[in-house]
């Protein structure tokens, strides 16, 4: 199986702030590589797919990088509306796996 | 408007069983592959089962292989979880998700809590 694991886990920032989560996989997964964002009591939301692709609707301060082990999320200028919980994914192979999640709340 | 709604989740004593429901709405179900995803309260995402198209092919987690089947009626739009032997550890909200192409989960369902608890 293939483990993600992210960092950090919580970060505390200032709105404004860039911001930069970290993906990195057991093993190599091409760009088969999903960011979702997840507020408390909300289903999870996509934000970027196929590693760099942003969703349609999702604000340009988003973006993502890399390939194969190590993964970026980058959240260029942090929003009030983005405080929330961040997830990778891979859908490279079965079982899908997802990180443990990362906590960003404000300073 | 697409849209993912999940249904039947309840509290159910360990050892019991349970069936979710997810009706999809404003797309055509047939042409997507289907998901479902779990949450335990307070923890993570965990990816639990996947169906194609036709469902020629279904995965599942290590934790609910053998006890957990995943279906699909494309003439009702629905898509179902057959919970049995459930254990305490399976207390979690349940979300359905359509697959996009094999490249992300592009609509969720607001969720169903299972509680598993004696």
């Known amino acids: 199986d293939i483990q993600l694991t992210q960092s950090p886990s919580f970060l505390s920032a200032s709105v404004g702030d860039r911001v930069t989560i970290t993906c990195r996989a057991s093993?190599?997964?091409?760009?088969?590589l999903v960011w979702y964002q997840q507020k408390p009591g909300r289903a999870p939301k996509v934000l970027i797919y196929?590693?760099?692709t942003v969703q349609s609707g999702v604000p340009s301060r988003f973006s993502g990088s890399g390939f194969g082990t190590e993964f970026t999320l980058t959240i260029s200028s942090l929003q009030p509306e983005d405080f929330a919980t961040y997830y990778c994914?891979?859908?490279?192979?079965?079982?899908?796996?997802f990180g443990q999640g990362t906590k960003v709340e404000i300073k | 408007e697409v849209q993912l709604v999940e249904s039947g989740g309840t509290l159910v004593q360990p050892g019991g069983s349970l069936r979710l429901s997810c009706a999809g709405s404003?797309?055509?179900?047939?042409?997507?592959?289907m998901n479902w995803v779990r949450q335990a309260p307070g923890k993570g995402l965990e990816w639990v089962s996947y169906?194609?198209?036709?469902?020629?092919?279904?995965y599942y987690a290590e934790s609910v292989r053998g006890r957990f089947t995943v279906s699909r009626d494309d003439a009702e739009n629905s898509l179902f979880l057959q919970m049995n032997s459930l254990r305490d550890e399976d207390t979690a909200v349940y979300y359905c998700?359509?697959?996009?192409?094999?490249?992300?989960?592009?609509?969720w369902g607001q969720g169903t809590l299972v509680t598993v608890s004696s």
């Open positions: 998700a359509r697959g996009y192409s094999t490249t992300h989960y592009d609509t």
């Open positions: 404003g797309f055509s179900f047939s042409n997507h592959a």
């Open positions: 169906i194609s198209v036709r469902s020629s092919a279904v």
């Open positions: 093993h190599g997964i091409d760009n088969f």
């Open positions: 196929a590693a760099s």
């Open positions: 994914q891979q859908l490279n192979s079965f079982p899908r796996t």
